[in-house]
């Protein structure tokens, strides 16, 4: 069964500066897909950032960008240039479309918050 | 185009009630997918569906949760005989399948309280 593991229960960064959110995951289909998402105290969960197993470069949407390891299992997100607004839960989550499985994994989670 | 949307946004409801959630997806969507999100946790998989069909299952849904979908456009989730465990967020996804685990776009949820 496909595990996400985020092991960082809570990250603090200084406004401007650069942060990374690890994430490990495990799975021994060789073709799975990689998502970001960003969850305010709203509740809403946004979709940032979208890793295929197959992508030989390592994907990136305006700030953010993922750090893509396939031998470690790990695709950490890096937000650089961190805002206010940038403050919320960040949840790691994997699909499995090789197996016929579209649900998303999700890890547990770390709370990121930005100082001004 | 509009994104996802759930009604109601907050369910407050007596143990034993039942209660019914509604979806409305992403216009051009054909997949539609129901969560549960517990307090500290991420996001559970419940159900899911390709237009109208319901593919896939979690063994979280219990007898008491049914879902439908019945034209491949809105979905209800019901939850019959409500429990205190039930109280959470119930989360809608939709995705335009296209074969490479196509991204699934949330809606804001609704949350349940059972007293």
């Known amino acids: 069964a496909q595990k996400i593991t985020q092991t960082q229960p809570g990250m603090f960064v200084q406004e401007k500066e650069a942060v990374t959110l690890d994430c490990t995951y495990d799975t021994s289909d060789p073709s799975y897909g990689l998502f970001w998402y960003k969850q305010p105290s709203s509740g809403e969960m946004i979709f940032l950032i979208y890793q295929g197993s197959y992508d030989q470069q390592n994907a990136t949407e305006g700030r953010y960008s993922l750090n893509f390891q396939k031998a470690r299992k790990s695709a950490n997100l890096v937000i650089s240039a961190s805002q206010l607004g940038d403050s919320a839960m960040y949840f790691c989550?994997?699909?499995?479309?090789?197996?016929?499985?579209?649900?998303?994994?999700f890890g547990k989670g770390t709370k990121l918050s930005v100082i001004p | 185009d509009t994104g996802v949307s759930q009604d109601p946004r907050h369910k407050i409801t007596k143990r034993g009630q039942n209660v019914t959630f509604r979806c409305d997806p992403i216009s051009e969507h054909n997949r539609l997918y129901w969560y549960r999100q517990t307090l500290g946790q991420g996001p559970e998989f419940l159900t899911y569906f390709q237009n109208e069909a319901q593919l896939e299952k979690s063994r979280l849904l219990s007898d008491r949760f049914s879902a439908e979908r019945p034209k491949g456009s809105f979905s209800t989730l019901e939850i019959q005989r409500t429990e205190q465990g039930d109280s959470a967020m119930y989360l809608c996804a939709s995705s335009l399948e296209d074969g490479t685990g196509s991204t699934q776009y949330f809606g804001p949820g609704t949350r349940l309280l059972v007293l």
């Open positions: 989550a994997m699909s499995l479309p090789g197996a016929g499985s579209y649900q998303l994994t």
